[in-house]
């Protein structure tokens, strides 16, 4: 839940000005970055740039609705919901295969309207574009980090793994409380509830709000300026309307000084930056391996295989809400599609005509 920064343009819907947040502004760098990459493999490749930077916004565009629809349509939503909905792109809601799929059908309705009558093979355009496939993603996940989405299991303390906390706007939060994993401030309520204010009952060793210093049976009778007359009012201000970017959660204790805390959830499996380690190795491959293609496609069908290793084990990691069963078996059908591919190109492919490395 990330917010970058804030464009100064003040209306009634933005009294603070227009929130730029970390998810799109990483999407719109992958864009910019992946097509400009496109763009010059395909000079290299013999095909004019601009064929590809009006493919490459075909594609976006695609695979944005894709990705958009998969997701709502996994929310189960009514058709009103679905349209009110579809726009909000910036709460996250964005399912990668929803994407493929979106983005293939992209590729294939430019293909048949542009590419096809120009004579210039799909399987050398998806070879131009497969590095800059890999080199988005990588960048989108740092999105997903900075959104607090696609998060992974819980860091057991055994374990000798990096964790990453969350703060109190991330997604992760919602989901860890509702299982019943982590209290929303590091803290409970008595059940000794007495008078004005909300009692507090057991307060986690080394949280936040051990450390701004709440102990067991303090009576907060304020929260983030609104008055708290039980557990309950105090449960409304932290609900689902709690501001986007706000990390901060400001108490008045009976007794004691106004104070502020930070609180964060559970230590958790960085899922979104192995992906992005992941695929950042997969386009030095791809760059690598270029010299010693031998048939149009065989990057192409590299990338959907090696994606496809790497996110059915990725998914092992992760605990964020999402079609798991759906997402796990694309993979595998991934992975068996590339190998057709490859297998196919070996026995029936386009040889290609130079091997020399492409300039990136």
């Known amino acids: 839940m990330q917010i970058l920064f804030r464009i100064p343009v003040y209306t009634s819907f933005t009294p603070e000005g227009i929130p730029v947040y970390g998810f799109g502004m990483m999407l719109f760098i992958a864009f910019i ?6 763009g010059k493999r395909a000079v290299a490749k013999g095909i004019d740039a601009q064929i590809v930077h009006d493919l490459s916004v075909w594609i976006f565009v695609a695979g944005l609705l894709g990705a958009r629809t998969l997701f709502l349509y996994e929310q189960k939503l009514t058709f009103t919901e679905f349209l009110m909905n579809f726009p909000r792109i910036w709460d996250g809601g964005i399912i990668l295969y929803g994407s493929v799929l979106g983005g293939t059908l992209g590729f294939f309705a430019y293909w048949f309207m542009v590419l096809r009558p120009k004579g210039i093979e799909p399987l050398l355009v998806i070879d131009i574009l497969a590095p800059s496939v890999a080199l988005g993603i990588a960048i989108g996940r740092i999105g997903c980090l900075m959104n607090g989405c696609c998060f992974g ?23 860890l409380v509702r299982a019943g994993l982590q209290t929303a401030t590091g803290f409970t309520f008595s059940e000794n509830q007495k008078g004005q204010g909300a009692v507090v009952g057991k307060v986690e060793p080394d949280s936040a709000a051990k450390k701004a210093g709440i102990a067991e049976g303090d009576i907060i009778i304020e929260a983030e300026g ?13 609900n689902n309307d709690w501001p986007r970017g706000k990390k ?15 609180p964060h959830g559970l230590g958790l499996h960085p899922a979104q930056l192995y992906e992005t380690i992941s695929m950042a190795l997969l386009l030095f491959f791809l760059l690598s391996f270029e010299p010693f293609q031998t048939r149009v496609g065989q990057l192409t ?10 996110r059915f084990l990725n998914e092992l990691l992760r605990s964020d809400p999402r079609p798991v069963s759906l997402e796990s078996n694309v993979s595998l059908f991934l992975f068996l599609a590339g190998a057709l591919l490859l297998a196919y190109l070996q026995w029936k492919g386009t040889r290609v005509s130079n091997t020399a490395p492409v300039v990136v």
């Open 33 to 38: 970055v992946c097509t400009w990459l496109a």
């Open 153 to 175: 299991q819980i860091v057991e303390p055994s374990q000798p793994a990096i964790a990453i906390y969350f703060p109190l706007a991330a997604p992760a939060r919602y989901d």
């Open 226 to 238: 609104q008055m708290v007359k039980n557990p309950f009012d105090f449960g409304m201000i932290l």
């Open 248 to 262: 901060t959660l400001q108490l008045k204790i009976q007794g004691k000084q106004e104070l502020v805390m930070q």
């Open 301 to 310: 069908a590299i990338l959907m295989m090696f994606y496809a290793m790497h």
